[in-house]
C-alpha cells in the first residue's frame, strides 16, 4: 500500500473509531456502526446545494472513472471518485451509499451520482480534528493531552474500520517516542494522520 493509501485508510479507519467513542461517551453504549452521522442515501435529493463548480467537477470526475466511456460509473469505484472530490467518506459510509465491493456488480450514471456526492458532502465535517480529540480524551487520564500508546493500538484495532497489526505498528511511528510512563502526546498524532500522507522512515 502507498504512503498515500495507508494514510487515507488510516485517517478513515481511525474516523470511525472516534465516531464509535464519541458516540459511547454520550449515549453510554456503543453505536452499531459509525453511520450514526449519516442518513440513508437517497437518490431524489435535490440538487441545490450543490454549486455549480460542484456539479463541473463531479461531472470531471465522473468522466474519469467511466473507464469504458459507457456514461456509467462502477460502483467498486465510489469511493475513489468520492474521495477524489475530498469528501473522505469512511468504507462504511461508501458502502452504505450503494458501493460494491467488486467490478461489475452494479453501476451509476452521473444522475445517480451528483445524488451521492451531496449528501456525502453534508456530513463531510462530521469527522474533524475536535470529534477526535473529544474521542481520545477517555483515554487521557492525566488530562494533560497524552494516552498510553497500548490504549491507542487497542483503539485502532478493535474499533471502527479496524487497522491489521503491521499497519497499527506503522501508523504508530509517526507518534513519536513514549514517556517513561508509555504514553504519547494524540493531539499532535492526530493532526499527521489527518494531513498525510506519512513521511518515509529512515529504515
Known sequence: MSNTNFALST???????????????STGKRPASSLFCLSAPNNKTKMADLSAKDVERAKLVFDIYDFEGSGKLDAFYLGDALRALEVNPTNAIVEKQGG???????AFALEEFLPIFSQVKKEKECGTLEDFKEG?????????GTMLAAELVHVLLTLGEKLTDREVDEIL????????EGNIKYEPWLKAVIAGPFPKTDE
Open 11 to 25: 485517517s478513515l479507519a481511525l474516523r470511525s473509531a472516534i465516531f464509535d467513542l464519541v458516540g459511547f461517551r
Open 100 to 106: 460494491a465491493k467488486k467490478k461489475g456488480e452494479k
Open 136 to 144: 481520545l480524551k477517555v483515554y487521557d487520564k492525566l488530562e494533560n
Open 173 to 180: 511511528k509517526i507518534a513519536g517516542p513514549e514517556d517513561d
